[in-house]
């Protein structure tokens, strides 16, 4: 079975979807670049083939696990967001 995880560092504002399928060493298979702060939080939403990431810059931001692109950004926070959530309403 294939095995993915993201990675990112508290200082680093980019995250890594990374990939292990055997025993080989993980495989980079995508970065996510538009935080400006490091990423503290990150939520998969599996059957939309979302995610959302809560960061230093005071945005969470929905991202297409498809595409890589950012989909939306939710801002107005006054502090980093520390925590996500994804819910499956139906």
């Known amino acids: 079975s294939v095995v993915s995880w993201f990675d990112s560092a ?4 980019s995250m890594t979807l ?3 399928s055997t025993e080989e060493e993980w495989k980079s298979k995508r ?3 538009g935080h400006t702060g490091a990423v503290f939080a990150v939520a998969l939403a599996a ?5 959302i ?3 230093a810059d ?3 931001r929905l991202w297409s696990l498809v ?6 950004v939710f801002v107005g926070h006054i502090n980093g967001v520390s925590a996500v959530s994804t ?3 139906g």
């Open 67 to 72: 595409t890589g692109q950012c989909l939306q």
């Open 87 to 89: 819910f499956d309403d």
């Open 31 to 33: 970065t996510f670049l």
């Open 18 to 20: 990374s990939d292990k």
């Open 58 to 60: 005071r945005t969470a």
């Open 53 to 55: 990431s809560g960061s």
């Open 47 to 51: 059957p939309m083939k979302t995610f």
């Open 10 to 13: 508290l200082s680093d504002s």
